[in-house]
Nanobody
Framework: QVQLVESGGGLVLAGGSLRISCAAS????????MGWYRQAPGKQRELVAG???????NYADSVKGRFTISRGNAKNTVYLQMNSLKPEDTAVYYC?????????WGQGTQVTVSS
């Protein structure tokens, strides 16, 4: 059974940095796409950043220039380096991975940015 496990969330002051990670297990294939979504209280889940198997990346406008997504050497791990964090970045961050029509989600990790 495919599992995505996030780690690295926490509390950080505005302007600070945090790196969150996602490790996938339970499969014998490489995901075509991996990414990070976030959901703040009372808001819809939104795409933060995505990365393809060929390492092409895309970002939400709100995080461009501040966040960087990358994949590990194993290709089924994904990281999100978050710099210059703002209180509005506070949310539960979810790891997402896809292959064909199959989409997988992690349980989420809380990121809280205090002012």
């Amino acid at each position: 059974q495919v599992q995505l496990v996030e780690s690295g969330g926490g509390l950080v002051l505005a302007g600070g940095s945090l790196r969150i990670s996602c490790a996938a297990s339970g499969m014998f294939f490489t995901f075509n796409t991996m990414g990070w979504y976030r959901q703040a209280p009372g808001k819809q889940r939104e795409l933060v950043a995505g990365i393809s198997r060929g390492d092409n990346t895309n970002y939400a406008d709100s995080v461009k220039g501040r966040f960087t997504i990358s994949r590990g050497n194993a290709k089924n791990t994904v990281y999100l380096q978050m710099n210059s964090l703002k209180p509005e970045d506070t949310a539960v961050y979810y790891c997402n991975a896809g292959r064909g029509s199959a989409v997988y989600w992690g349980q989420g990790t809380q990121v809280t940015v205090s002012s």
